[in-house]
């Protein structure tokens, strides 16, 4: 009963994200959401007690999205020295590939963090003037703690470490 209840809470979830990415939260109802699902609105209010707890469920969920690609992200690094010498290292500065590789390493996670960001916008769930930028300073904040993390093999202290970061960051663009 209780994965079932959770599965439906979820889908919940997720189809109030669709509804106010499409109307905003302000102007989303709780039937919008009730029709979006297809039951009736009593049915919602069984799993949450208003909309605003709904909408702070899908921040929860956007918010869990962006920190498990950057975990993800640094956890993978850490496993990959060769790469971070090839992108990092001075020393390798005059080849040309190891430039064309940086470049195009580093666009195509600034737009991959860029789009989580623009999706969290159009929902209403972030406050980002500017996604690019938002987008190239979590990027810089994720390379900062890169030194550290190949000192240390430590992974829960890695977890720390990005939350920390991870709830400056997002604390300061998530609506409340």
């Known amino acids: 009963m209780v994965v079932v209840k959770t599965e439906i809470r979820d889908q919940i979830v997720s189809t ?37 707890e709904i909408f702070e469920a899908v921040v929860e969920k956007e918010a869990n999205l ?45 737009s991959v963090v860029e789009e989580i960001l623009q999706s969290g916008v159009k929902k209403d769930v972030f ?13 810089t904040a994720m390379k900062g703690l890169e030194i550290p993390l190949l000192w240390s093999k430590e992974t829960t202290n890695l977890e720390f470490q990005l939350d920390s970061v991870l709830n400056v960051l997002l604390y300061g663009i998530v609506k409340k």
């Open 16 to 52: 109030a994200a669709q509804i106010f990415s499409r109307f905003g939260f302000k102007k989303t109802t709780m039937d919008d959401i009730a029709k979006g699902m297809r039951k009736g609105k009593s049915s919602i209010y069984y799993y949450f007690t208003s909309k605003e």
């Open 66 to 110: 962006l920190r498990s690609y950057v975990l993800t992200r640094m956890k993978g690094f850490q496993k990959l020295s060769n790469i971070h010498e090839a992108l990092k290292s001075d020393y390798l500065n005059h080849l040309d590939f190891i430039h064309q590789m940086r470049e195009k390493y580093d666009n195509e996670e600034i």
């Open 127 to 139: 406050r980002v003037e500017n996604c690019h930028i938002a987008a190239i300073a979590i990027i």
